[in-house]
């Protein structure tokens, strides 16, 4: 059980060492891809959530998930037409208007332009309670 | 599962000096501070906020022997981290599963 244990250790370092990443080249131009991740509406189609608010460093963005859960996340910084980072904050509100305290995660979007198409990574990672108040 | 406390499973393991701990405590079996402190390149201190960070994400338990407290690894909470990776990291590739189909059109 306990070599298991060291087994599911490094598979976790491992996973949490890349955190939660995926790179992927979409065959569509940069600006194309940058607005369907930046536009609050564009974000909407894809993200599995209904997106308000603006994306702007600082700013809030409301995101209601199909089952009606709201959750909010800050923007933590845009580089145009390169990079987006948010962090979703602690609870989330059910459609009875009870909150859940929920996991505080990054997420990154780093968009750049390669010879067969635009890539880009997304990460997801969890922070712990204490950075995430930074 | 509990993503809430996957979360302090991640924050825990991602220190180095965390991961020894847990891989003394996995290779040695439990192990005191003192004990610890003699496989870890950190203070005894140091060994205990450590210990105490790993018990508070539920990774560690201890039991008292004599004047001291053996630890040992109490590894379940991996597995709620583990499977939040796994559903997590199923959601990122629907979204951008989603994502090609917009753009294919």
């Known amino acids: ?13 491992a996973y949490h060492r890349s955190m939660l990443r995926r790179e992927v ?26 997106v308000v608010g603006s994306l702007a460093p600082g700013r809030q963005i409301r ?3 199909p089952d009606g859960v709201e959750r909010a996340a800050a923007v933590e910084d845009v580089l145009p037409h390169r990079s987006l980072i948010f962090r979703w904050l602690p609870f989330e509100r059910a459609t009875d208007g009870s909150t859940r305290a929920r996991p505080v995660t990054r997420i990154e979007f780093h968009v750049s332009e390669t010879a067969v198409g635009t890539l880009v990574v997304f990460i997801e990672r969890a922070l712990s309670e204490a950075r995430a108040a930074v | 599962m509990n993503d809430k406390r996957a979360g302090r499973v991640f924050a825990a393991l991602g220190d180095p000096t965390r991961r020894q701990v847990v891989s003394c405590l996995t290779d040695d079996g439990p192990l005191t501070a003192t004990e ?4 870890v390149p950190v ?9 105490q960070t790993l018990a508070e994400a ?16 109490t590894p379940a909470p991996m597995a709620d981290a583990m499977s939040w990776m796994v559903s997590a990291g199923a959601e990122w590739d629907e979204r951008i599963a989603r994502l090609k189909r917009i753009f294919a059109r």
Request: proline share 3%; net charge positive.
């Open chain 1, 1 to 13: 059980m306990l070599a298991r244990a060291g087994l599911a250790c490094n598979q976790l370092v």
């Open chain 2, 58 to 73: 539920g990774l560690v338990a201890s039991a008292r022997e004599g004047r001291e407290l053996r630890y040992r690894l």
């Open chain 2, 43 to 51: 203070s005894r201190q140091a060994i205990t906020k450590h210990l």
């Open chain 1, 63 to 65: 995101f209601t998930f």
């Open chain 2, 36 to 39: 610890l402190a003699a496989r």
């Open chain 1, 25 to 50: 080249v979409f065959d569509a131009p940069a600006d194309e891809v940058w607005r369907a991740l930046s536009d609050p509406a564009f974000f909407s189609d894809w993200f599995g959530a209904h």
